[in-house]
């Protein structure tokens, strides 16, 4: 199932670029929101009892690092906790486009990209995929 989330956090990407190449701000954010979810989601494995992630409670396990280092300290730093703060963002992005109307500049969203981009190249190369 791994392969398939991260093949859709892909596709998700590459619409995203098109919609950022197109001054469609708003849906370009909201599907970097879904690639960057599906590539955690492929990261972290399904949750327990055929449930799903909860959108913001993903972050937490994904930066962590439990995912590729089982033996990482609990109360320690997350291994990836460079992202975190850019995540939580891009929820809260996504959030503002697709409920509150608000309009997401450009420089978001062009950082987003970067951000989306890094997270599933990460996902990639810790699961070997």
């Avoid at 849906?27 to 492929?42: F, G, K, T």
């Amino acid at each position: 199932m791994s392969e398939t989330r991260i093949k859709y956090a892909a596709s998700y990407f590459e619409d995203a670029k098109f919609l950022f190449d197109n001054k469609k701000l708003n849906s370009a954010i909201s599907r970097l929101y879904y690639a960057s979810y599906h590539a955690m989601w492929a990261a972290l494995g399904d949750p327990e009892q055929g449930r799903i992630w909860k959108h913001l409670a993903i972050i937490k396990p994904f930066v962590h690092g439990f995912w590729f280092n089982p033996e990482h300290p609990a109360q320690s730093e997350g291994l990836l906790e460079h992202f975190r703060l850019s995540l939580r963002q891009l929820y809260t992005y996504r959030i503002k486009a697709d409920y509150d109307l608000v309009d997401i500049n450009e420089n978001i969203v062009n950082n987003m990209i970067q951000v989306v981009d890094d997270v599933i190249k990460t996902v990639v190369l810790k699961k070997g995929m």
